[in-house]
């Protein structure tokens, strides 16, 4: 695809604090960082905006270059050499408290093509004496160092002002509204550190009846316009997420091996078919947690974790040749419970014998392993080959678009009427519970509030019952989550 806004490229050895640098750059942290070297693996890209600039900027795994290193350091190291003719600045960062050693210098020669677009960062210099250490990077031949401390701030807005000026003329110009100039605008990179890892748990927010009156719907709403949709591949370590990434954009955008847990980060790329755009989100291996010993690989399953909760639609990889394992049962119940459209996607179908028969057998299969696989597609894909991409792509979209429907309320009290009034719930203590009317009050996922007696009544085995009658009654939801709340009119609280 072609570049849009200017790219920034960070480039060092391992362990010099490049993916510090895009934390503090970004304000998060989206980049897993670590005392262990090596953490960092594909080519990531962060959308900054800076000093009334917009531009992208892409954290690389550390540089060896040297003949002797591992398949996986090669497969690092061709990611980065794959984009350093498309970036517009390199920003090449070293360490003050190692001084320049034998890695700077190999790096400096691989670099010397591109010395135009080259900027040194001298990282850890925090405090008076380091800042002197830092001419010493003069040598390395691509002018004057800036020193900078990641961790604290430090330095950070003049490494950026310099990289902007390496950009093509007005590229990547931002127009703020409402703002007079540039100055009105303003940035602090010495604030601490979002940390978004820090998630809490999603409750349900108490609400008063009088937000369901009658359900106000937006035009965005009504129009059904989805600039991007945003599809997170999920999985076991192992199942060819990596793999149908790179076949989803048509060029080697994550690392592959046959070593489980290659991918570490969140790995994003925008892609387009037919019209519409897809930011396609490959993830770590999710394995059990009584597995996951590393610090990293634990972080690494977290940002899955947020990604998936986030994602617009779920891809949920099995591999042909296994079939359904206890983990991806956890994971399908992860999504499930995260009320996300959900493809069940069975790759390497190229292994397999490719017949309806076989089909049939797995989609059996899969629906005795979990029973709401009923209402969730299977698509069969082999990423090596390339085959049933298209027709994923499509499915995607029009799951997608089918989550932001809605069901005007007169349908919803004849459903009442049609549907519930016929099959009442057991009474609970002598007590029953009764439905007055119900409405659509969300999209994406649909969520149908019932409005009741008592909420303490509705169980989640009437819960699931209702959610299987909506989709029973309307059609039309395969492939999307439902979300069923009960609110009564008095306490005007909500079960779901």
Known sequence: MKKQVPQVLIVGRPNVGKSTLINRITGSRLAITAEESGVTRDVRSFPVEWNTRGFDVLDSG???????????????????????????????????????????????????????????????????????????????????????????????????????????????????????????????????????????????????????????????????????????????????????MNALANRDVSIVDDVAGTTRDVVDEVIEFEDKRFRILDTAGLRRKARVHDVIEYFSTLRANKTLANADLVLVMLDATEGMTDQDRRIVGMVIENRRNMIVVVNKWDLVDRTDQTRRDMEKMLQHNITVMQYYPVQFVSAVEHHGLGRLLRQIADITVRGYQRVDTAAMNKFVVDMIYTHPPKAIGGKRLKIYYATQAEVAPPTFVFFVNEPSLATTEYRRFIERQIRSYFGDLQGCAIRVKFRGKAKAKTRS
Do not use: C
Request: charged share 30%.
């Open 62 to 244: 550390g540089l060896l270059l040297t003949k002797d290193v591992d398949a996986m350091q090669s497969k690092i190291e061709s990611r980065v050499d794959a984009v350093l003719n498309d970036v517009d600045v390199i920003l090449f960062i070293t360490d003050v408290t190692t001084g320049i050693d034998s890695t700077d210098q190999i790096i400096a020669k691989y670099l010397r093509p591109h010395a135009d677009k080259v900027i040194i960062g001298v990282n850890k210099s925090d405090n008076m004496a380091r800042y002197a250490d830092a001419t010493a990077f003069y040598r390395l031949g691509f002018g004057e160092p800036f020193p900078i401390s990641a961790m604290q701030g430090n330095g950070i807005g003049d490494l950026l002002d310099e990289a902007i000026t390496r950009f093509p003329e007005n590229a990547g110009l931002l127009v703020y509204e409402g703002k007079k100039s540039k100055d009105d605008v303003t940035f602090d990179l010495e604030e601490p550190l979002e940390d978004p890892l820090d998630v809490t748990e999603d409750g349900e927010e108490w609400a008063s009846e009088d937000d369901f009156k009658e359900p106000v719907i937006p035009e965005k709403e009504q129009k059904i316009d989805i600039n991007e949709i945003k599809v997170a591949i999920v999985g076991r370590p192992n199942m060819g997420k990596s793999s149908l």
